[in-house]
């Protein structure tokens, strides 16, 4: 597998460079890069399979060189420092990433998951990148990773969430139902800002959809718009009282 490394600390492609030399076989660094605009020469120069990019540069953004590139076919592994809205865009297009300070475990996990694609010969233009770069300002689709691959949804077209243990049961306004890979409370951390609701520890709930409420003693049940009655818990009722009026 051939890899580029564009980042402007010297420490941050140095510890990629020890990662892969430590924990990852049939690995060559074929160009490294420090600056939006040296990675963009790099680029238009060499052909990798996967590029470790950092967000944060002098000059600008691993987004603005993604934008720049006409042709993109190498997956993309983001290594960044902690910050919110960066990880919630990337989690939305279920791309890969790492945070830094890197960790070796999560960095084999980000390498051995490129690795499975690329040997299904998924070479074409990557779609979680496109969707990234599409809607880093307005999170309008999210893409839902599963055994298969990713699948991408419309947010508001989602009624209801519901835990299967480590997966997520991600019901559609059409009907459909997906199995997505991620827990629940990824969910619950992505959506905080589109009006979704835990009302349950099984059930997170888009309250735009909401046909009714039904109250009780012990919380009552939503019904939603495709018929579903979702329990309320009686800790998160008042949550959901606020929301209603």
């Known amino acids: 597998m051939k890899v580029a490394i564009i980042d402007d600390e010297d420490s ?3 510890i990629i460079h020890q990662y892969l030399s430590l924990y990852c076989d049939d690995i060559e660094v074929i160009g490294e890069a420090n600056s939006v605009k040296s990675g963009l020469e790099l680029l238009g120069k060499e052909c990798p399979d996967v590029v470790f990019l950092d967000i944060q540069m002098q000059d600008g953004t691993g987004f603005n060189l993604l934008e ?3 042709e993109r076919t190498f997956k993309v ?5 902690f910050d919110q809205f960066a990880l919630k865009a990337i989690k939305f297009c279920a791309a890969d990433y790492i945070l830094k300070p890197v960790d070796p475990d999560e960095f084999v996990n980000a390498v051995e998951r490129v690795q ?14 496109d969707e990234l770069l599409t809607n880093m300002n307005n999170f ?9 691959g990713v699948q991408f949804v419309t947010v508001d077209d989602i009624v209801r969430c ?9 019901f559609m306004k059409n009907g459909d139902k997906i199995t997505a890979s991620n827990g629940i409370k990824d969910y619950e951390e992505l959506f905080a800002d589109k009006k979704f609701l835990r009302v349950h520890k099984l059930h997170l709930i888009n309250t735009n959809h909401i046909s009714k409420y039904i109250s009780d003693e012990d919380g009552g049940n939503v019904i939603m718009t495709d018929g579903s009655s979702v329990v309320v818990s009686p800790l998160r009722k008042d949550d959901l009282l ?3 009026k």
């Open 140 to 148: 309008t689709k999210i893409g839902l990773p599963s055994g298969s």
């Open 116 to 129: 499975a694609e690329l040997e299904q010969k998924n070479l074409s233009r990557d779609n979680r990148i």
């Open 162 to 170: 519901q835990a299967d243990g480590d997966n997520t049961q991600v």
């Open 77 to 81: 592994i983001f290594v960044t420092s």
């Open 242 to 244: 606020k929301i209603l």
């Open 68 to 70: 720049a590139l006409p």
């Open 12 to 14: 941050g492609r140095n």
